[in-house]
């Protein structure tokens, strides 16, 4: 019985001493105070408390205490069971967002191009007030040339969380209206506007004709004993479909391009530090009247869980689910049919897209937006089991909406609430209620837009319990 | 409480014994709210004497507190409970001063009561919140250890935290 005692890892005492009731050794309280120091607190306790602190930067703030907080804050084991468990207290339909609205028109003016920047006031990330200012990313600083001073400009190219995928050019080089910055987006950056962390991509060869631009993590992997390690590999992709060392034809007419089930994916593997080209196909489809990969600037690339999601064609014919890390071993990525429920096929004389892809908590939903007789029609459906061979739309809303003087354009869907969406009324971004119907208005389009299909570009950043960090290049 | 004790099964008492020989006469099932405690008497099932030599009386009878509030809260069984439970465990950490709330959590960790560790680290992480670093040390009477310029170095790597 007296291992019992020993176990316990003190003396070794069976009978009650005899002066049980006035015990001779109590510390006195200065003793006690000079004892109650937090530096003797186990490391397990540090830890615990650590992850009760309301946000990632509440615990950063933490780490320059002193040597010991920091060691624990700052360990991967911390960062990954901090973000774990509090991903699951704050599921993402209340992380906080911010929506950028990038204006392509006026990349070749004087005027900021980022007319709007949105956040709810109430769930601003870490506490505080998001900045996308991207003027810490380097050859930004103005550039004399000629006497004249030639601001680099920057552009974002695709958004994943709070991570973006950033471009910089010279001013000179959109002389051209509506080329847009994807027009040649050599020197690329992966950037965290909120750390402003960022990394230089290898420089890249130009595809003749780019379509649109991705970046996407791998899915998080979750585990209670490991925490959640977020992010370890990830991919940025140009989608095209003219390769970047095609050599033009003499006649103006004849660029080669990929044929209708092809397009160019150029692929930056992150393990490797390097890009490769390739030529994906998807299964052709029986659509006879098919115009091949959209050639239009500025598609818009939806990541979700290690996928990327655009509309294909013009008019859309389906929808692209490519999977840049395992898609290019097979050269072959899906193709979604479009729905068929209350889908408005179009005929080449209908205005260009009118259909958006988004993600509302983390759900591929596909809206389609346009004008009939007195009133507009707007339709919402939201894709099932989009992972699996055969994914199936689900309905969501089909509306009529008061036609108004004013153009109406769907911009954007909510990314954590189900029944708002983002429209452009005249020149004013207008929070849309569906279920209430009703508006806000929540911000404005300086200078009016003439074509907001292609002259706006709306990203997305979606903000996890802890920063994410710039991963760093393999050295070669 | 007393109603549904009325079975055969008569409560086991265990003397629990501190640091400074105060000893603790309490039943059973209050005193396996403690792991520790649990496992000796799953373990050892007839020893009724432990001894805690790393905990002092005083905090020992404050745990023993909390658990005999908790094992009795529990065997009343409505719904109501999780709700006095949350009530009693605000008023239980509500005037710990900082020498106290120490000794308790070291106890509470010590005799592995997972529960009142959680209360006792969450009220800690309340003192934490919306404190600036200066003050965080103040409280906790932290000397910070850095050498000259670490802490320069944490704050400007990490300085979208500190703006």
Known sequence: MNDLLVETGGIVSVQPLPDVKNPPRILSEDDNLKLAKFDSVPDSILFELFLRLPNGRSAVQCSSVCKRWSSIISSSAFIRTFIHIHDHICPQSSRPFTLLFARYDLYHSDDDPFCQVFSEKSKFPYGIMPSVHLNFLPHLRAKKKRKKILPYRVAILASFNDLLLATSFEHWLLGARNLGPNFGAKRNYICNPLTKQWLELPEVSVLYIVSGYGLVCEPNSCSKQLGCTSNVRYRVVIIGRAHSNLILGKTKYFIPQCRKNEFIAQVFCSETGQWSELVISYPETAITRSWGTSNLNGLHIVARNGILYWLEGDPVKGIVAFDPFNDVYKRQCRLISLPVVCFKTASYLDDVRRERLGLVNGQLRLSQFYEWSTYYVFTVWELKNCDSESPSWVLVYNLKLNYSKNRVFMLSFHPNNTDVVFLLCGNDICLYDISMNKYEKVGECPNGVKFPETDISIDSLLYPSWPTPIPELPCN | ?163
């Not at chain 2, 403690?34 to 432990?50: P, Q, R, Y």
């Open chain 2, 1 to 163: 409480m007393s109603s549904s004790s009325t079975t055969t099964t008569t409560t086991r008492l265990l003397m629990l014994k501190a640091s400074d020989g105060v000893t603790f006469e309490v039943e059973e099932a209050v005193a396996t709210k403690l792991g520790a405690i649990n496992n000796m008497v799953e373990e050892e099932g007839s020893e009724d004497l432990i001894c805690l030599p790393n905990v002092n009386g005083k905090f020992l009878g404050m745990v023993l507190e909390w658990c005999k509030k908790h094992a009795n809260n529990n065997t009343n069984s409505d719904k109501g409970n999780d709700e006095v439970n949350k009530w009693w465990d605000k008023e239980f950490v509500m005037d710990l001063d900082q020498n106290t709330l120490y000794h308790l959590l070291m106890a509470a960790d010590y005799l592995s009561g997972t529960e009142l560790v959680d209360l006792l680290t969450e009220k800690v992480a309340s003192m934490i919140r919306g404190k600036k670093v200066e003050e965080i040390r103040e409280t906790f009477k932290i000397k910070s250890d850095f050498l000259p310029g670490q802490e320069e170095e944490i704050r400007k790597k990490n300085s979208w935290a500190f703006e």
